[in-house]
């Protein structure tokens, strides 16, 4: 039995030392474009790094350069409404899988 939401390991795989780069379009169940509403949306990893996006409308998206996190480390993809100051939504969740 599960409670509460449950997700499926997705792999985020990196290159250690070189960018990442992720852009996320939200849209309804019409396909139709749906401004993201306001607070803030990362990548929060077991180790302690957090990898913020960048909100623009519809679209979120993050660059950086793949340092501070470790092969099969566990991060999750969290939403944190403006105003909350801990917590957030978990939206998806995996491990890191280190590629050269």
């Known amino acids: 039995m599960h409670v509460g939401a449950c997700f499926d390991d997705d792999a985020m795989c990196v290159t250690p030392g070189k960018d ?4 996320l379009s ?4 019409n396909k139709a474009p ?18 913020v996006f960048k909100i623009q ?19 999750r993809l969290v939403f944190l409404p403006a105003g909350q100051v801990s917590g957030g939504k978990v939206l998806a969740n ?7």
């Open 94 to 100: 995996g491990y890191v899988r280190f590629q050269k």
């Open 20 to 23: 990442f780069y992720c852009l």
């Open 57 to 75: 409308g519809s679209k979120a998206f993050v660059t950086q350069v793949v340092e501070g996190v470790s092969n099969r480390e566990r991060w």
């Open 26 to 29: 939200f849209e309804d169940k």
């Open 34 to 51: 749906v401004d993201i509403r306001s607070g803030s949306l990362f990548f929060e990893f077991d180790g302690g790094a957090k990898w």
